[in-house]
């Protein structure tokens, strides 16, 4: 079976949506789906089998992100999608339509992974505006996208129930990006920090992810400050690159945590990574936005205990309770369980050994096998009755 997948975003871009196309465009080959991908190009990027590159011009602002031409990105995807057997839409600006637009022409099943909760984002990115006029017009304009598809793949139960509130009918999978395990074990952790100066007995604590205001990474500042009062020698490590890294720098200062607080930047996936994971003690976490949570898992395979917020997609994670805890939304609670996790990590050994065997319950093959069987229901059902895909995909979540 052949599947065209399109997208407003992919690598060189790193975020989690392009981590997630190309997890399951490798993991579904040993399902025996064949995936082509129409995406951006971002510049000089070698030409690979089964990736369409459509030329894109630079958002406005934004360096990083690329704006294709809604002619040419429609053109691509109608020509690419001609012997496939259905279209999976991974991002909702112009690959959207583009998408939609080919699958009706050509009479093929469609159906989008809806990763970003617009409504929590866009004050971030447009605080001039009214937030309720802001949120209203994004449920809006998700509630319309997701009511054309066939069926929709969301990465949460809290999505799913978001979505439903906003009034989405589409059948919907609660199907989640799985992790290639084997990517983040046998980091050399000593080695990681012998090379950034960190000291090899100092506590560390670190978050991996995107440096934006939505992470929620000044929350993790102000619970750093109370886990010092039991660890004082604590450190946070944030690595990652993004908009928010001045103004948290300039809160770090502020705050006289400049000796507390390492900014690495991004990392290299394949090496770096897992060398960090490795380096640090424990993985925490504040977003209250984040869909599924996926960088958790990440540092549960790399055998790194987590302490996060139990928010919308890292509920999922987080309510069977191994591996990790969930402090209540609350600095000086979520410092507490810190530095007494850092100051006696001993008796917190079972949380370590738990977590890669947790995290193995998440793998990208065990994903990648429920994507596969929505496919090809997908394929071989009628566009009309479609409303046994969830149960299916879900395992009866």
Known sequence: MRVLMVSDVYFPRVNGVSTSIETFRRSLIEQGIEVRLVVPRYGDEPDEPGIIRVVGRPVPGDREDRLVGWRAMHQAVLEAAGDCQAIHIQTPFVAHYAGLSAARKLGLPVLATYHTLFEEYLQHYAPFLPGGWLKGQARAWSRRQCNALDTL????????????????????????????????????????????????????????????????????????????????????????????????????????????????????????????????????????????????LEAMAAGLPVIALAEMGTKDILSPGRGAFAPPDDAGHFGAMLGHYLSEPEAWQHLRDEAPIYAREWSDGAMAGRLATVYRQLAGAKIADLTTLTAVATGGQ
């Open 153 to 296: 793949v969301v990465p949460s139960t809290a999505m799913r129930e978001r979505l439903t509130s906003y009034g989405v009918s589409t059948p919907m999978a609660v199907l989640p990006t799985g992790i290639p395990l084997a990517q983040f074990s046998g980091g050399d952790g000593a080695a990681f920090r012998q090379r950034h100066g960190l000291a090899a007995n100092r506590p560390l604590a670190l978050f991996v992810g995107r440096v934006a205001h939505e992470k929620n990474i000044a929350f993790l500042f102000d619970a750093l400050r109370h886990a010092q009062r039991q660890c004082p020698q604590a450190m946070l490590l944030v690595a990652g690159e993004g908009p928010a890294l001045r103004d948290l720098q300039a809160q770090c200062a502020k705050m006289q945590l400049q000796d507390s607080v390492r900014f690495i930047g991004y990392l290299d996936r394949t090496h770096e990574l897992r060398n960090c994971y490795a380096a640090a003690d424990v993985f925490v976490f504040a977003s209250r936005t984040e869909t599924q949570g996926l960088v958790l």
